[in-house]
């Protein structure tokens, strides 16, 4: 009998699961294999973060180094040299080179592409591939190794293992208060320019990248209005300076696991240096821009961008050692002491998550010039939306301001009852899932495998990308994603070769 694998979500996650499947040592399994994956919106391929939509949406991360083939670095790039017949159309004006940050959605369409491929490679391999344009709302273990998948339109799909990889959720409409001028995503931006009046007053809460994607598509589409950031933390992304990649020797898993037998921040601190070191032995310059920590909350943005653009003329090389940190940034962590990793969550999360991802400055540019004109402000503090007359108020540092419209840019929630999905509900009500300490699904650190109610690890559901962001702290970049695809393809093969009842106190040890 075959084995089919269900595949919840057909973004990024999927194509690289897939990828990686199809390379593992299974000839003779293979064409006893079927895949079913489920997408519920109508593009499959691009996921939440490369689907159809403006073209000042950009990447954060250059043309020639972004991939989603573990084993083809720079394959955007090559796409974008064979395939211009495809998006120069579209995009007639964009002049592509490796250093581009280019728009998101023409990633999407190599996306597209690369699910395509993966699926017709899969299909040679005598596998059977079906996909289905519907959503996932319940998964249901019915027999050790069979799982049922219920779907929106009542479709029953029965699976061997269920890889669920839905990436970002977005907040639950459902949270008061009730008003159809809050907007809970601001993705698709064009659409905002429908829902939104020129002349409105808008309040964007959060200030990452979805903020500035919001700010610039409504300015750009001609938004008149005036906008306000409000950043809780005070926090905005810094800028990213001209370096290349640098791959680290100090800050990596291995060093660590064999050099410190204990990990902390002052440890850190000390790996952080070495490093330092290193790479400006490695790249010769004379100068070295000290890592901006400990960097306070900003009080006047305009100001704090204006360094920041000077200062993103040049190498920046506190940024390239903390991206190479994208190779094991969950190992790391895990070695954290638990005291640590809790500070770290209550202190410090929204100030490294501004170091950390950071944007272009073609962006920062906008947004300066923006602020300059007076249409944008920013406001640091924790805010309260409230309807109060049938008026929209927002409500920060005692001061109360009426708005036309809101517009959450706060990312995919940490906890899983403010996430609209009828999945997830199911799987923490059934006791099929946990929820994690520091938020989304609960999963084993090897395995990926769902941790239910009993403390067993499930050899049958597994998840991967930003539902699993608690267990791994970070997951919201794309190389990340495929690591943790390819390392949850070997874990689904060696349960597929081996069941294994795993303890809790086993798999957690
Ligand atoms: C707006 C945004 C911009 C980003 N930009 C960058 C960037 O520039 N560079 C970078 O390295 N990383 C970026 N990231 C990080 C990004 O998360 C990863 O790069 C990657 O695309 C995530 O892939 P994924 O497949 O895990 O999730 P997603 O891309 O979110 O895909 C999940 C898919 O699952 C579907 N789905 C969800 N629930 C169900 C269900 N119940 N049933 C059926 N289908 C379902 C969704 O419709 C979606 O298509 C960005 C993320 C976001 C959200």
Redesign the pocket.
Known sequence: MKTNIVI????????SFMDALLKKNLKEKLNQLSLTI????K??G??????SDLKS?????KAGY?TVFKDHPGDFYQWLECNEYKWKPDYPELEITRDTYAP?AL?GMYMKDAFSVVCADARRSGIQVKVLR????KVEQVEKDQVNVV?QSGTVINAGKVVL?????QQSAMLPPYSHDIIHSP?PTRELQRQVAAEDSVAIIGAR??AI?ATIGLIEGGHTGPITIYSRSGYFPFVRGTQGRYKNAYLTPDYIAEHCPELDFYKLGDLYQLERERYQAQTEHDYFEELPLPNPPISNLEEFLTKELALAKQDRGWQAILYDTNSGIDQIWDRLRTEDQDRFMKQFVSSAMSLRVSIPAENAEKMLGYLRSGQLKFVAGPTSVKVEDGQLTVHCNGTSAPTGKVIYAT??PKSLNQID???LRSLIESGTSVENRFGGLDVCKYDYGLFCKDGKMNTSIFA???LTSGRFLF?????I?VRHAHACADSVEKFMTTERDYSLSLAKS
């Open positions: 919840v979500g057909g973004g990024a996650s999927c194509i489920l997408e519920k919106s593009e499959i691009p996921g939440n973060a490369y689907f949406n950009l990447l954060n991360t972004i998101r990633f519907d959503e996932a709302i779907t990889a839905c990436g970002t959720q993705y990248l979805s994607d990312g995919s999905s009828p999945l991967i990308g930003e997951t919201s970049a794309l190389d994603i």
